[in-house]
């Protein structure tokens, strides 16, 4: 009896907290239209400029993957044939598997060439700004963004958008890839004619990388009627394959089975996968930007997983990724638990407690999800 009224006033309180958070979600979301407008316009109102020659930088997420790289230097390559100045500027360094892309090796490192940096940005007319948005995932390079007065231009699929730091732009979640919409802005600009092998592979790369070649569900009939037209091009894809997924040293290989064997625990009440790799590992692999890119795709291979969650001691940080299957919302699950976001089935996120803090957390945490993961 007593379970039962205090079930029942428990469920009162919460249909009154729900009513006060919905409340409150009217209220800010209202100002916040309000305070913004106008907000970006479409990036269609870009391509009459587009064949009077400016200076251009390019910049995208720190860490870049291959569609934060295949993205930038897709657009780099495709714009140079205008005559404008194109400066490709990337927050952080970079995995060696994307040294192959047409355009790489003009990359800025702003970590690395900071004045280079600066010095192409104060000059740009345009800033565009791709696979991201919000300056907060340009880490450093963040402030700087958000003092440049040129015209910034955003091009990202991801959850969002910080839209009233852009002043011409597309965002759009449904997408599977930056690249894809690399491909559909050089389209619609009218200029498919410049689409030149180099284009092609730097496009290619992202789509393959950010679709799981091509099997996650945000591959739409439009993506393999890109690849198709790329194939029309002369795009010869596997080199491209080659490039991104034959080309590592033995140690990450190693690396792999020592995590797969000994830093995986698998929740079979919560359907959920865990790998939480300490620093150790990465010192003793030797293990550097761009070995641990896939890896917490591996677990997902395991029939009945739902969740898969890894987590490795950075320097600075506890940075956490998720992937997921059929109805469990990864970006919902990282903006509440774990300073992040990203995609419905692939997400990021970042803790500055202590490795088994952290994952202490997450197996409490998942309890919690423990309906949403049946
Ligand atoms: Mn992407």
């Not at 070649?213 to 010869?236: E, Q």
Request: neutral net charge.
């Amino acid at each position: 009896m007593s379970t039962i009224i205090s079930l029942r006033t428990k469920w009162t309180t919460n249909i009154t907290a729900l009513k006060i958070i919905i409340g409150l979600w009217f209220h800010l979301t209202n100002h916040k239209l309000l305070s913004s407008l106008p907000l970006m316009r479409t990036i269609n109102d870009i391509f009459p400029l587009l064949d009077k020659p400016v200076n251009i930088a390019i910049t995208t997420h720190q860490k870049p993957d291959a569609d934060a790289m295949g993205s930038s230097l897709g657009l780099y390559n495709f714009l140079i044939q205008f005559d404008h100045d194109v400066t490709v500027i990337s927050p952080t360094n970079w995995a060696i598997w994307v040294n192959w892309m047409p355009g790489a090796k003009k990359v800025i490192d702003y970590e690395l060439q900071k004045q280079k940096a600066e010095a192409a940005l104060d000059n740009a007319n345009w800033l565009f700004c791709l696979d991201f948005n919000n300056f907060d995932r340009a880490k450093k390079l963040a402030p700087k963004l958000a003092a440049l007065k040129c015209l910034k231009i955003l091009i990202d699929h991801h959850e969002a958008p910080d839209e009233q730091n852009f002043d011409y732009g597309v965002s759009d979640t449904t997408r599977s890839s930056t690249c894809e919409m690399i491909y559909d802005f050089i389209l619609a600009s009218g200029y498919k004619d410049k689409i030149t092998t180099d284009v092609a592979e730097c496009i290619y790369a992202g789509v393959v990388a950010d679709t799981g070649s091509f099997r996650f569900p945000s591959v739409s009939a439009n993506v393999h009627r890109i690849v198709a037209d790329l194939k029309d091009k002369g795009l010869l894809h596997t080199p491209v394959h080659e490039a991104l997924y034959d080309n590592f040293l033995e140690n990450r290989l190693r690396f792999i089975g020592n995590v797969l064997l000994n830093r995986m625990e698998i929740f079979y009440e919560y359907n959920t996968a865990l790998i939480a790799i300490p620093k150790s590992d990465l010192i003793k692999y030797n293990i550097k930007t761009g070995d641990t890119e896939g890896l917490v795709n591996y677990p997902m291979s395991i029939q009945g997983i739902k969740l898969v969650a890894l987590v490795i001691d950075r320097d600075e940080e506890r940075k956490w990724s998720f992937r997921s299957k059929g109805d469990f919302d990864c970006n919902a699950f990282a903006r509440k638990y774990f300073e992040g976001g990203g995609h419905f089935y692939a997400a990021g996120g970042r803790s500055s407690d202590s490795l088994p803090e952290t994952v202490k957390r997450f197996k409490q945490v998942i309890k919690e999800n423990e309906s949403q993961l049946q």
